[in-house]
Nanobody, 123 residues
């Protein structure tokens, strides 16, 4: 069982930065692939980034590549999403998710979810 809690969302102007955190409970956190998804009003949940449990390989959606960076600190049971050069179209609720799987963009493949944190980017 893994419980996830996101934090770090807020209101920022276009071009600004935010760092999201996903804090996890559970002794086996390091064995989980962790992903970030986002969902804007009226839109489907979409994959943003993911980091594997072993080796730390990272994966990004094309829309955020070069602007967002995902990282993990297994000693702190925390995954981060550094978001730079934010755009109004990045506005959404951001969720972190965990699964004992290879990385996938399919949100239904992840077993555990946080409650989400709102990110709003003003133009």
């Amino acid at each position: 069982q893994v419980q996830l809690v996101e934090s770090g969302g807020g209101l920022v102007q276009a071009g600004g930065s935010l760092r999201l955190s996903c804090a996890a409970s559970g002794r086996t956190f390091s064995s989980y692939t962790i992903a970030w998804f986002r969902q804007a009003p009226g839109k489907e949940r979409e994959f943003v980034a993911a980091i594997r449990s072993t080796g730390g390989s990272t994966y990004y959606a094309d829309s955020v590549k070069g602007r967002f960076t995902i990282s993990r600190d297994n000693a702190k049971n925390t995954v981060y999403l550094q978001m730079n050069s934010l755009k109004p179209e990045d506005t959404a609720v951001y969720y972190c998710a965990a699964g004992r799987i290879f990385v996938t963009k399919n949100w239904s493949s992840y077993d555990y979810w946080g409650q989400g944190t709102q990110v709003t980017v003003s133009s």
